[in-house]
Nanobody, 115 residues
Framework: QVQLVESGGGLAQAGGSLTLSCAAS????????MNWYRQTPGKERELVATITSGRRTNYADSVKGRFTVSRDNAKNTVYLQMISLQPADTAVYYC?????????WGQGTQVTVSS
């Protein structure tokens, strides 16, 4: 079974930066596509960034040029580096692991950006 644990959320000022981490248990990480989502109250969960098992990346238009997703297969960890943060980036951020056997979500980590 796979479990995901996010960390790195917190409070940042506008223009600041944070890096989120998502650590996966189990042996399936390297063959999995990893996604970062975010959600604010009353809104649907939004896909923010994707990194495939082959390390191809894709980003939502709202974060392009500011967020970078990366992975370390040796550590079973995916990262989301966020710079030039804006109050609109305030949300709970979730990671998601997808492969042929598993579709697993983390518990989420709160990111709050003050103006």
């Amino acid at each position: 079974q796979v479990q995901l644990v996010e960390s790195g959320g917190g409070l940042a000022q506008a223009g600041g930066s944070l890096t989120l981490s998502c650590a996966a248990s189990g042996n399936w990480f390297s063959i999995s596509n990893m996604n970062w989502y975010r959600q604010t109250p009353g809104k649907e969960r939004e896909l923010v960034a994707t990194i495939t098992s082959g390390r191809r990346t894709n980003y939502a238009d709202s974060v392009k040029g500011r967020f970078t997703v990366s992975r370390d297969n040796a550590k079973n960890t995916v990262y989301l580096q966020m710079i030039s943060l804006q109050p609109a980036d305030t949300a709970v951020y979730y990671c998601r692991l997808i492969n042929s056997l598993y579709d697993v979500w983390g518990q989420g980590t709160q990111v709050t950006v003050s103006s």
